[in-house]
């Protein structure tokens, strides 16, 4: 199994599904069960949610750039 961090999947904002799944070695249904269990309608939708949250973090007020 591939974890895959938000940024990667943020940044792969372009990439298929069925790229992604390739690079994780695994099947595209997989990548959907994944987001679904975790309370996400879909790849597409967890891309938007992260990069919100992503988003989000970069107004902060933090200086750790």
Excluded: W
Excluded at 16 to 24: F, G, K, N, T
């Amino acid at each position: 199994y591939t974890l895959l961090s938000a940024d990667h999947i943020v940044q792969s904002r372009n990439t298929a599904i069925h790229q992604l799944a390739d690079e994780c070695g695994t099947v595209p249904s997989a990548i959907n069960r994944m987001c679904k269990s975790a309370g996400v309608d879909g790849f597409s939708k967890l891309k938007i949610l992260l990069a919100s949250e992503l988003g989000s973090d970069k107004g902060d007020g933090r200086t750790d750039r």
